[in-house]
């Protein structure tokens, strides 16, 4: 087996083997069109609209997340305006970008053309990308850095050229800014690097230069979380522990082999990993799984928080595969392969019809609803801001006049502020995250419309509180906004002085 301890001198003479340019350009072009015919059915996802939001206030740093997706989703909007289509196609993009790679890890690992093809399809139709290409989240973006982090891994262990490690570097560096979850990919870098044969890079100044680069990158939002008390740190604390509480960590080590990846690809990745240790070359990224891996657990993270360190694993698992078919009979070999392929894209337009909007109407729609919370929480948004403009229209010239709209999370203060201009709404005053940080109007209104609050915590914070509407949204959906927050009131201010109610409601959500 190319790359077991015995075969390492002759593996590195080996030549690379030949890219299969078009069937990984084609699977990446299918994934492309697939989201792109797709992405402006429904709305914009709650988590959406804080990212546009926070794009229009661009800063170093979130309290949410570092700064980098608010920094790409701030150019989409100026290329697309609030076209649903073009604000995700970064995203989609990036899904396209890390396919392609994967089918280059594999040609790297020795694979020819059949392990190209089948490590980038089962990236391709796996939950997390599938996903990563419908919204524009961090995710889609942290997936993108992890891959590429890997692929550069390969080509340094590959090659032994360490320049290869400025690449890694800046992947890193780019995964600070996206997403702090990173840190815990660092950890299976740094153990890998001192766990096996690759330590001798700890003697290169191109792997010093790497950290320095990755720091220097990371640079502007560590200062920024200095000055903000690392406020984000607590942010963090405060989302895990609701996790937590929720059970949303529960099933960690199931879903790693149920949604992972691709179910059909547990035996790729499963034989990646076990390949990547019996290599002396590339037992590093064996690490670079595990010790993650291990963390997340330990830690109580979500599923989806390994999902893209899989795709190394896939590239590994389908070179060796490739190598072990040729072993075997013609039949056999031919039979293997089917059923592996097979299994992939049929599981894949499994997972298409409850994670892509396919259909704008029907049964189609009705199951992906039905299915996808997240699909659910892209519905009632502009439903919302039109109630709450007919709401401010219904009041007396005089409480016009000086009137705020006060939002109780981040969806509704994104669908204020970047849905409520066509209808003149004021910006949305909001608790929440980066929202808070920016403070009340001065002077501060009025008369509020109160979005998001109980009617106890209404009545319990705000002066005259009265029953103003309900949100709702067209199809009769159920979720978030309509189960959690189906009420909408007119209020007098806050019962405490402004100054003292903004200190004392600061939200994480």
């Known amino acids: 087996m190319p790359g077991s301890p015995q075969d390492l001198s002759q593996a590195q003479c080996r030549p690379s083997s030949e890219i299969a340019v078009a069937p990984l350009l084609g699977i990446a072009l299918a994934v492309v069109l697939l989201h792109v015919a797709t992405n402006g059915r429904y709305g914009f996802h709650r988590d959406e609209l804080q990212f546009l939001s926070d794009a229009r206030h661009l800063d170093w740093g979130f309290v949410a997340y570092p700064p980098l997706t608010p920094f790409v989703e701030r150019i989409s909007m100026a290329l697309f305006g609030l076209s649903m289509v073009g604000l995700r196609l970064f995203s989609v993009l990036g899904q396209a970008a890390a396919i392609v790679l994967t089918g280059l890890m594999a040609r790297d690992l020795g694979g020819q053309r059949l392990a190209q093809i089948t490590a980038a399809l089962a990236v391709a139709l796996s939950p997390l990308p599938l996903f990563s290409g419908t919204e524009f989240q961090y995710t889609s973006f942290d997936f993108l850095w992890w891959v590429l982090t890997a692929y550069f891994t390969v080509r340094l262990l590959t090659t032994g050229n360490p320049r290869w490690w400025i690449g890694i570097g800046v992947a890193v560096g780019l995964g600070l800014m996206t997403k702090y979850s990173i840190l815990f990919y660092i950890a299976g870098i740094l153990a890998g690097v001192a766990w ?3 330590r001798r890079y700890l003697k290169s100044g191109w792997f010093w230069a790497a950290i320095a680069t990755s720091l220097v990158l990371f640079l502007p939002n560590l200062v920024w979380l200095f000055r903000h008390d690392f406020i984000s740190y607590h942010f963090l604390q405060s989302i895990h522990a609701r996790d937590v509480r929720q059970g949303r ?6 879903d790693q082999i149920l949604i992972g ?8 990745w499963m034989g990646g990993l076990i390949w990547y240790f019996r290599s002396a070359r590339y037992r590093m990224l064996a690490w670079m799984f595990v010790v993650p891996l291990v963390l997340f657990y330990l830690g109580k993270g979500r599923f989806y928080y390994t999902a893209a360190a899989y795709p190394m694993l896939i590239a590994a698992g389908a070179a060796a595969g ?3 078919l040729v072993r075997l009979p013609h039949i056999a070999s031919r039979t293997v392969a089917v059923v592996l392929l097979t299994g992939i894209v049929g599981f894949g337009a499994f997972l298409c019809t409850w994670i892509v909007p396919l259909a704008a109407s029907g049964p189609l729609r009705d199951y992906a609803l039905k299915h996808n919370g ?7 948004w502009t439903e919302l801001v039109q109630t709450v403009a007919a709401i401010r229209d219904s009041l007396p010239p005089d409480q016009q006049t000086n009137l705020g709209v006060l939002v109780g999370n981040y969806g509704e203060q994104g669908a204020i502020e970047i849905l409520g201009p066509a209808f003149h709404l004021p910006l949305p ?5 980066s929202a808070w940080l920016r403070g009340y109007p001065t002077p501060p209104p009025d008369t509020l419309i109160v979005v998001g609050f109980s009617a106890r915590s209404a009545a319990a914070t705000f002066s005259g509180c009265r029953l103003a509407g309900h949100p709702g949204n067209a199809l009769g959906m159920s979720n978030e906004e309509s189960r959690d927050h189906p009420d909408i009131f007119v209020c007098g201010p806050p019962r405490q002085p402004w100054p003292v109610f903004w200190q004392t409601h600061q939200f994480f959500g």
């Open 249 to 254: 960590a529960d099933g960690f080590l199931r």
């Open 196 to 198: 096996t044969p690759a």
């Open 374 to 380: 997240d699909l659910r929480e892209e519905i009632g």
């Open 261 to 268: 990846a691709n179910l059909f690809a547990v035996p790729l």
């Open 429 to 433: 005053i909001s608790m929440t995250n």
């Open 322 to 324: 490739e190598r072990w």
